[in-house]
């Protein structure tokens, strides 16, 4: 059975989130994900409050971050965890710093808020893969990361970006790959072996909008 996993989640460490790493995790099993990667803004202090890898009640728990930049925002990670970066680099600086680590990075929602990508960091090998299907972003926007994704040849992967437990499962991955660490999810998303799903409520309301069954990726 495919295992299901949510790549891009917040708590309240950051100042978006709502809801407590705890709750995060107890939810997340309940809404049937096997798998939570922690991402919070500029931060891995989940870490403080939480050890990665398997739970209590069975869920697996990563931590990445999520770094801003003018550009755009990126999921990042690394080999044991991600490093701390100060606030105001540039996305290139980043990047290329998670790619030396031999580290995962994710485009998050590219298109949010009428964004418009740079494209000199897909075709420099910057980015490993593309957030297509977010959670709290619109359908067109999601459709536009795709095409991007599309364009560049990119694996393209959901993410819920809940900030509250009611956001977790809106959207998920299935992965045929057993993945227990960072280094097996690093290799699953650049491989393409992770592959991005809508909830059945997301599911019928971009139908609703679009009149036919929209496929994420």
Same mark, same amino acid.
């Given at each position: 059975?495919? $295992? @299901?996993?949510d790549?891009?989640?917040?708590?309240?460490?950051?100042?978006c !989130?709502?809801?407590?790493?705890e709750?995060?995790?107890?939810?997340?099993r309940?809404?049937?994900?096997?798998?939570?990667?922690?991402?919070?803004?500029?931060?891995?202090?989940?870490?403080?409050?939480?050890?990665? !890898?398997?739970q209590?009640?069975?869920? $697996?728990?990563?931590?990445? $971050?999520?770094?801003?930049? %003018?550009?755009?925002?990126?999921?990042?990670?690394? %080999?044991?965890?991600?490093?701390?970066?100060?606030?105001?680099?540039?996305? @290139?600086?980043?990047?290329?710093? &998670? @790619?030396?680590?031999?580290?995962?990075?994710i485009?998050?929602?590219?298109?949010?808020? !009428?964004?418009?990508?740079?494209?000199?960091?897909?075709?420099?090998?910057?980015?490993?893969? &593309?957030?297509?299907?977010?959670?709290?972003?619109?359908?067109?926007?999601?459709?536009?990361? @795709?095409?991007?994704?599309?364009?560049?040849?990119?694996?393209?992967?959901?993410?819920?970006?809940?900030?509250?437990?009611?956001?977790?499962? &809106?959207?998920?991955?299935?992965t045929?790959?057993?993945?227990?660490?960072?280094?097996?999810?690093?290799?699953?998303?650049?491989? !393409?072996?992770?592959?991005p799903?809508?909830?059945?409520?997301?599911?019928?309301?971009?139908e $609703?909008?679009?009149?036919?069954?929209?496929?994420?990726?």
């Amino acid at each position: 059975m495919p $295992m @299901r996993l949510d790549l891009h989640l917040h708590t309240d460490i950051s100042p978006c !989130g709502e809801q407590r790493p705890e709750e995060a995790v107890a939810r997340a099993r309940e809404v049937g994900l096997d798998l939570i990667c922690i991402t919070d803004h500029f931060s891995t202090e989940v870490l403080e409050h939480l050890s990665p !890898g398997p739970q209590e009640n069975g869920l $697996m728990v990563l931590v990445g $971050m999520e770094y801003s930049t %003018p550009d755009g925002d990126f999921l990042l990670f690394a %080999p044991g965890k991600v490093p701390w970066f100060p606030r105001g680099l540039s996305s @290139r600086e980043v990047l290329e710093e &998670i @790619r030396r680590l031999g580290g995962l990075s994710i485009w998050a929602h590219p298109y949010r808020w !009428g964004r418009e990508p740079d494209e000199e960091l897909l075709e420099d090998g910057l980015v490993d893969a &593309i957030e297509v299907l977010n959670g709290r972003t619109s359908l067109l926007a999601n459709a536009q990361a @795709r095409e991007l994704a599309y364009a560049f040849d990119l694996p393209g992967v959901a993410g819920s970006d809940a900030h509250s437990v009611e956001e977790i499962g &809106i959207v998920f991955n299935e992965t045929d790959r057993l993945i227990r660490t960072v280094e097996d999810l690093i290799a699953a998303v650049k491989d !393409g072996s992770v592959k991005p799903r809508l909830s059945e409520q997301l599911s019928r309301l971009y139908e $609703m909008q679009l009149g036919m069954k929209y496929e994420p990726f």
